[in-house]
């Protein structure tokens, strides 16, 4: 038999690999594989007889009807063509850009201990993610970057760091200017999770540096919530004792208090606990949705999931809210090389596979 080309079957939901083989002219069908890439294009199933072909790092080709036969019958029609450069025989396609989710860090203040020490948690981790070639940016760069078509970079990341309040007394402000400093002085740029505190004096020298900190562009304040409140119930289900007074003080109170201080509107919402998200439906709770369009909050951002590609057609839809997960550092090994070996498995499995050359 004739080695036509390399394959690797991807599985979804999960888009991971679990196995790698070699496609001849003669290979039977493969209706049972969901995902496959052959050569540097990736074909991706989106149901029986629909598939994305990916063409290049942010576009696709969607395939009709590959029909019983399965992939095997397109790969000599249309792969040959497309490996070639020849013209694409494809059955009635329209361009869809899909850009891949970057790692995203979780971080609280218990983190930002010790920055003074070389060997502290936080200088640890910034040489690791130097060594490994990672570039900062904030949720609201990442949302202008697909709302520009750019090319996704090739190795991205998004530091947030939770629970900044600016109310008078907190205890934490201070490990939160040395995570600032630290970060910022190493050109990762953050995003803050502000938990307003709407019910206490506000600090006003506080909001004045933390101001100048988004004036000079690379930090991002989202909100997380008003008073840190919890969506879920214990099976992720919308809690049915909050009423839709208390969604709005929650989270449209809380980001217009935010842009309004700030003078920069608020595009990020950090959930707390990672709540507002029903990972059964892998959907956003229709209240926080709702709030959200009000005020212009593009991201919910939570823990669980949340790492598929993204349609940048479903992003400059002004109506939609996106749901992204995050990773922390693991129970168990809250270390950098913990939290490195977290991110390096996010970037392998759900971001480089969709950085097609």
């Excluded at 869809?96 to 203040?109: A, G």
């Excluded at 070639?133 to 949720?139: E, K």
């Excluded at 520009?148 to 939770?162: E, F, G, L, M, T």
Aim: charge should be negative; include cysteine; proline fraction near 8%.
């Amino acid at each position: 038999m004739e080695r036509w080309g390399h394959l690797t079957v991807y599985h979804l939901p999960t888009f991971q690999a679990v196995t790698h083989l070699w496609i001849d002219r003669d290979t039977p069908t493969l209706d049972t594989h969901p995902s496959l890439s052959v050569d540097r294009f990736r074909f991706i199933r989106i149901a029986p007889n629909e598939w994305f072909i990916m063409i290049d790092r942010r576009r696709a080709m969607k395939t009709m009807a590959v029909g019983v036969v399965g992939l095997a019958s397109l790969l000599p029609s249309l792969g040959s063509s497309l490996l070639t450069g020849g013209p694409q025989h494809a059955t009635a396609q329209t361009p869809i850009h899909l850009y891949p989710v970057p790692p995203s860090l979780m971080l609280h203040s218990s983190e930002g201990i010790n920055t003074d020490d070389l060997n502290g948690f936080l200088p640890v981790l910034i040489r690791h993610l130097q060594h490994d070639g990672y570039q900062g940016f904030t949720y609201s760069q990442w949302l202008t970057l697909m709302m520009q078509d750019q090319s996704p970079p090739a190795k991205p990341i998004i530091v947030s760091i939770d629970d900044l309040t600016m109310a008078k007394g907190g205890p934490t402000f201070s490990t939160f200017v040395a995570m600032h400093d630290i970060f910022i002085a190493n050109n990762f740029p953050i995003t803050l999770a502000v938990v307003n505190r709407l019910d206490l004096p506000q600090d006003p020298e506080r909001w004045a540096i933390v101001r100048g900190w988004v004036d000079e562009g690379n930090v991002e304040l989202a909100s997380h919530t008003n008073h840190h409140i919890n969506f879920n119930n214990r099976d992720g289900s919308p809690r049915t004792d909050l009423t839709s007074t208390d969604y709005d003080e929650e989270i449209a109170v809380s980001a217009l208090h935010i842009g309004d201080t700030t003078g920069i509107p608020v595009r990020t919402l950090i959930t707390p606990y990672g709540s507002g998200f029903e990972r059964s439906t892998q959907t956003i709770h229709p209240a926080v949705v709702k709030q959200c369009q009000e005020v212009g909050i593009k991201y919910v951002v939570g823990l669980p999931d949340g790492r598929r590609p993204i349609q940048c057609e479903v992003v400059r839809d002004t109506a939609t809210v996106i749901y992204l997960g995050r990773t922390k550092p693991p129970t168990g090994n809250k270390t950098a090389n913990g939290v490195k070996f977290e991110l390096n498995l996010w970037y392998e499995h759900d971001y480089a596979p969709y950085l097609i050359h």
